[in-house]
C-alpha cells in the first residue's frame, strides 16, 4: 500500500532557531502534498496544498515566509519553521495525494514540534 | 470550510456495532465521501470511501443513501481499540482537503 514517511517524529529546538520537515511518498508519486498543523483535542488545520515544481499554496492566515514549503520533486516534500517561536509548537502533519487513481490521501506519522 | 457535519463525541461498548452518520447537504456531482480514523499524536488513517449505495471493506461499511446528502460509517463489533476520531471528508479529485471537527468515539468495557 502507499506509505508516506514523515521525519522528525519528533523536534526540540530553541526560540529563534529553523527546523524543517520532511515528507516522503516511499511507493508512490505524489504530484500533491497538504501540510497541517494540529493543536490538542482539535481538528487539523490545513497550511498549503504543495504541487510538485510551483510555489505551494497558503490558507489565509498562515504566513508563507515563516513556514517554507518545498515540493521539488514527486516524492518529496519540506516544510521548514523559521524562527520558530513557542506559539509554533505544534504537531504538524502532511499528506500526499497519488498522481492518479482514488482520491485517497495517505498521511505521514506527524511531527511533533517543541520550540523552548 | 469543511463540506461536512458529524457528530462531536459517541460512546459505545464493546462488540456493539457502531454507525456515525455525517451530513453533506453540499456535495457535489464529482465528490467522493471518505472517512479516515486517528489515534492521538498519530497522522489520520484511510478508513473506506464511497461513491453512492453501499462499500465494504475488511474493517467497515459505508452507506451512502441515494440523494447523496449523507453517509454512515458502520464499525461491526468494536474493541476497545477503535476508541479515535473519526472524520468524515466530502472532496473531488483536484480539490484541497479541509478537515471538519470529526467524531471522537469512545469504546467502553
Known amino acids: 500500500g502507499a506509505v508516506v514517511s514523515q521525519h522528525p517524529s519528533w523536534v526540540i529546538c530553541k526560540s529563534g532557531t529553523s527546523v524543517k520537515i520532511e515528507c516522503r511518498s516511499l511507493?508512490?508519486?505524489?504530484?500533491?502534498m497538504f501540510w497541517y498543523r494540529q493543536f490538542p483535542k482539535q481538528s487539523l488545520m490545513l497550511m498549503a496544498t504543495?504541487?510538485?515544481?510551483?510555489?505551494?499554496?497558503?490558507e489565509q492566515g498562515v504566513e508563507k515566509d515563516k513556514f517554507l514549503i518545498n515540493h521539488a520533486s514527486l516524492t518529496l516534500s519540506t516544510l521548514t519553521v523559521t524562527s520558530a517561536h513557542p506559539e509554533d509548537s505544534s504537531f504538524y502533519i502532511c499528506?500526499?495525494?497519488?498522481?492518479?487513481?482514488?482520491?485517497?490521501?495517505?498521511f505521514g506519522a506527524g511531527s511533533r514540534l517543541t520550540v523552548l | 470550510l469543511a463540506k461536512t457535519t458529524q457528530p462531536i463525541s459517541m460512546d459505545s461498548y464493546e462488540g456493539q456495532e457502531v454507525n456515525i452518520t455525517c451530513s453533506h447537504n453540499?456535495?457535489?456531482?464529482?465528490?467522493?465521501i471518505t472517512w479516515y480514523q486517528q489515534f492521538p499524536s498519530q497522522g489520520p488513517r484511510f478508513i473506506i470511501q464511497?461513491?453512492?449505495t453501499k462499500v465494504t471493506n475488511e474493517v467497515a461499511s459505508l452507506f451512502i443513501p441515494a440523494d447523496r446528502k449523507s453517509s454512515t460509517l458502520s464499525l461491526p463489533r468494536v474493541s476497545l481499540s477503535d476508541t479515535a476520531v473519526y472524520y468524515c471528508?466530502?472532496?473531488?479529485?483536484?480539490?484541497?482537503?479541509?478537515f471538519g471537527k470529526g467524531t471522537r468515539l469512545h469504546i467502553l468495557p
Open positions: 471528508l466530502v472532496e473531488g479529485r483536484d480539490d484541497k482537503i479541509i
Open positions: 464511497g461513491y453512492k
Open positions: 511507493d508512490f508519486q505524489a504530484t500533491t
Open positions: 504543495s504541487n510538485e515544481g510551483s510555489k505551494a499554496t497558503y
Open positions: 499528506s500526499a495525494r497519488k498522481a492518479s487513481g482514488a482520491n485517497v490521501l495517505t
Open positions: 453540499n456535495i457535489a456531482t464529482n465528490d467522493y
